[in-house]
């Protein structure tokens, strides 16, 4: 293990191939601990770690590393031509193996290996340890549900440990016992750990909180809540200085409307008394009056122009973070009309625009019930015919597709139509030209959402399989605040207890391992 190892970033910057600049100028050092990266959907952070990773080439500035990266990618559920070895890892170690097995002895086997001969027992080992038992190690990505999917990333990280870790979004799709397990391993980690996440509870384990904003990157000392406390006073702090400002600026015009009127009355006088006066001593008398009003006027510019600059500076330190403006369809559904019938083991019925919540351990079946809804396959009975479905692996987009397209195809609204309800989902100018494959999680998050609530029509019952997933903080606030608006009936599968708890429902089901056994598909 290296002693010290340190992530620095110099005046780094990167812009995708389309112009879009995701990264601007950003220094800092990152070093042995558990640093965490926020911010808001769409400032860079996943690019920022790949950049580290080295899977992206910065376009100015540096990223140096002290030492060997391992890095969970936020996106592995999207591998579905993968399999498990691949995401552990120990893919040419395991191919190396089993030719030798088979009587292979060229030495690019023995070498892929090196002192690995046991990696097959340690990666079962580790497997199951982590609560994935009994599982063939060349099992398609594509099978497994998201949650094994991480667990089994995570796997890897601890096969091929490494000085310098890298996690983006690591509790997606984890049960409850999977995310303790993680916590308890964050808390004692060694060496460097940077983590981009939205879960509160792990952003409480770190030693600094790193804010992403506005392309520029601050360091806070202690985890989640003492930097939302900082943040907080900062902001509070500004709106008062706005305030103030925006005050004195209005003083200040008044006591120039004011000047102006008293300067027109003295000017009215003037000219009624010259009338009476001399011609030259008139004059003279004017072209005083007119330089003390200059002089006068020049004093209140000034003061007017100095109380603009204050409030635009003001401006300045007051966030107006942006965050999804959701309008989900008005689909009233009537409290009497069955939306969805499920049979054995479940025997469910929906009626009206109930809310269920499906819980349950990783593996057990939730997002196969979610595809059989979907589907309308079997023990589904009968299912409403209009369904959106929002669905975990975020993989129906078409990656060569751009956002505008993607959304265009299930819809029947005019390009301009579109742009402007894309502007609500934070998708604005050049960035709907954007390719899918480019998105980072939470964006393909949005624009999978997009997709569902702008199709033509609407929804009547909603799908949403982990939909918290990759949403930043506040987006989730306001993801809550919509689905409260919606009128139709609604199957939500989640692992976030404070999601949950935030939504109002009228059900919740809890999926076991003796309710897998029995055929939901």
């Known amino acids: 293990m290296h002693s010290s190892p340190t992530i620095s970033l110099s005046a780094l910057g990167f812009t995708w191939p389309d112009g879009t600049v995701a990264l601007d100028g950003l220094t800092a050092t990152f070093g042995a601990g558990r640093t965490s990266i926020v911010g808001l959907n769409g400032t860079g952070k996943s ?49 190396a193996l089993a030719a030798i097995e088979a009587g292979d002895t060229s030495q690019a086997h023995f070498d892929a290996i090196g002192d690995d001969w046991d990696i097959t027992e340690r990666a079962l080992g580790t497997l199951s340890a982590m609560g994935i038992a009994g599982i063939d190690l060349e099992r398609p990505v594509s099978t497994l549900s998201g949650g094994e999917t991480v667990i ?28 303790r397990r ?25 030693d600094e909180t790193a804010e992403l904003h506005s392309s520029s990157l601050r360091i806070f000392t202690g985890g989640y809540s003492v930097y939302r406390a900082a943040v907080d006073a900062e902001q509070d702090a500004a709106e008062r200085s706005l305030r103030a400002a925006e005050q004195d600026l209005r003083t200040e015009k008044r006591q120039r409307i004011e000047a102006e009127t008293k300067l027109a009355r003295r000017d009215a006088y003037g000219q009624k008394s010259a009338e009476s006066l001399p011609r030259i001593i008139a004059g003279g008398r004017k072209n005083a009056a007119q330089v003390s009003a200059g002089k006068l006027r020049g004093i ?70 979610l595809n059989a809804i979907a589907d309308g396959a079997p023990p589904v009975r009968f299912r409403a015919s209009e369904v959106g479905y929002l669905r975990q692996r975020l993989d129906g987009l078409d990656d060569a597709a751009s956002v505008l397209d993607n959304v265009r195809a299930v819809t029947d609204a005019t390009p301009n139509e579109v742009r402007a309800q894309l502007a609500r989902f934070l998708f604005r100018g050049k960035r709907v030209e954007q390719l899918a494959s480019q998105l980072s999680g939470g964006e393909r998050f949005r624009v999978a959402l997009a997709r569902i609530l702008l199709a033509d029509p609407a929804p009547q019952l909603l799908l949403l399989d982990e939909p918290t997933n990759s949403l930043d903080l ?6 809550v605040e919509a689905l409260e608006a919606y009128r139709g009936a609604l199957v939500v599968v989640s692992h976030d207890e404070d999601f949950l708890a935030r939504l109002v429902l009228d059900r919740r089901i809890e999926l076991t391992r003796q309710t897998e056994e029995a055929p939901i598909s």
């Open 182 to 206: 993680l916590y308890d391993a964050i808390e004692s980690w060694v060496g460097a750990l940077v983590v981009v996440s939205h879960d509160r509870e792990l952003l409480e384990l770190v």
């Open 47 to 95: 690019t920022l770690l790949r950049l580290i990773a080295g899977e992206l080439e910065p376009t100015t500035g540096t990223v140096t590393t002290s030492a060997p990266v391992n890095y969970l990618r936020q996106d592995l559920a999207l591998r579905a031509d993968a399999t498990l070895a691949d995401l552990l890892g120990i893919r040419r170690q395991v191919v």
């Open 474 to 479: 506040r987006s989730i606030d306001h993801l």
């Open 152 to 179: 089994a990333g995570l796997a890897g990280l601890r096969l091929v440990a490494a000085p310098i870790t890298l996690l983006d979004e690591p509790t997606n799709n984890l049960d409850r016992s999977a995310r």
């Open 300 to 369: 209140h510019e000034d003061r007017l122009g100095g109380a603009a600059k204050a409030v635009a500076a003001a401006e300045e330190r007051v966030r107006n973070d942006r965050r999804i403006r959701i309008d989900l369809p008005d689909s009233a559904v009537p409290g009497g009309r069955r939306i969805l019938s499920i049979g054995e083991p479940l025997d469910l019925e929906i009626y009206g625009p109930e809310r269920i919540a499906v819980t349950g351990d990783n593996g057990v079946g939730k997002t196969t019930l």
